[in-house]
């Protein structure tokens, strides 16, 4: 038995088999839990149903929800109580967005639209999902909601921009919501991960770079992997990790101790 055995988890923002949310859901299947999925459209449906199909997981359901409109939030969340018997133990919430102009060039240049776009897309889906999901783990004794950030919310990273201060009012968000939600059994953590070459941050300019200056300077000397972050995933959603909440737990293979 794994340590999320019957555990039902949500896990948001899965895409393709790069994405974080995706090892994210496969560390939790190996651990025992129930999985459903919250995709953004169909196109992403079907990539998650064809990674399914064949797996022990095979079944899960994969629900439609565009996160930044509240009554796809409500009804999805609905759906997904439904399948859980009206309980929910875990959240991921594994999106982020920003437009490739505003990951280029100066953050000053920075457009309004722009700025809102990342800021509703990257923190304000984590509030509105926690919202929803608030009920079904009162009912389930208490829970547990994770999601991604990264060392740029605190750090000037180059190319990184709009999306540095998103992560930066995520990381924010995390704290908040920790308190709010504290006092109905419910722990929200973050992961701040590494870099790592999936398909959402290829539109940060000088990846490469990136990931070759952390592999050479981070005390592991080298870079992580997506299931790292998904087994700190699986940890924290886990009763294992009972005692923390508001807590950002980085896996980077030590980067963020590392003086620039």
């Known amino acids: 038995m794994g340590f999320l055995q019957d555990k039902r988890v949500l896990v948001c923002g899965a895409r393709n088999k790069w994405s974080i949310g995706w090892h994210a859901a496969v560390s939790c299947i190996r651990e025992g839990a129930r999985v459903a999925f919250s995709v953004y459209g169909e196109r992403e449906r079907e990539d998650v149903q064809k990674l399914l199909a064949g797996t022990p997981a095979e079944e899960s359901p994969v629900l439609l929800c565009d996160a930044t409109k509240m009554d796809q939030v409500d009804r999805m969340m609905a759906q997904a109580g439904e399948a859980f018997g009206g309980r929910l133990d875990g959240l991921v919430h594994a999106m982020a967005y920003a437009k490739r102009e505003d990951l280029q060039g100066e953050y000053v240049a920075t457009s309004q639209e722009g700025f809102a ?101 981070a005390p592991l000397r080298r870079g992580v992997d997506q299931d790292e972050v998904a087994d700190a995933t699986a940890f924290l959603l886990s009763d294992l990790a009972r005692g923390i909440t508001g807590e950002i737990l980085c896996v980077d293979a030590g980067y963020n101790i590392v003086g620039l």
């Open 117 to 217: 776009l990342a800021m509703d897309t990257s923190v304000y889906t984590l509030v509105a999902l926690a919202r929803a999901a608030r009920p079904l783990m009162r009912a389930a004794g208490g829970g547990a909601i994770l999601t991604y950030t990264y060392l740029g919310g605190e750090r000037v990273v180059a190319g990184y921009n709009v999306m540095g201060v998103a992560k930066a009012a995520l990381d924010a968000s995390v704290r908040y919501l920790a308190m709010d939600l504290g006092k109905d059994g419910i722990r929200v953590n973050a992961v701040s991960a590494g870099p790592i070459k999936t398909l959402a941050a290829s539109g940060i300019a000088g990846l490469s770079d990136m990931l070759r200056h952390v592999a050479e300077r």
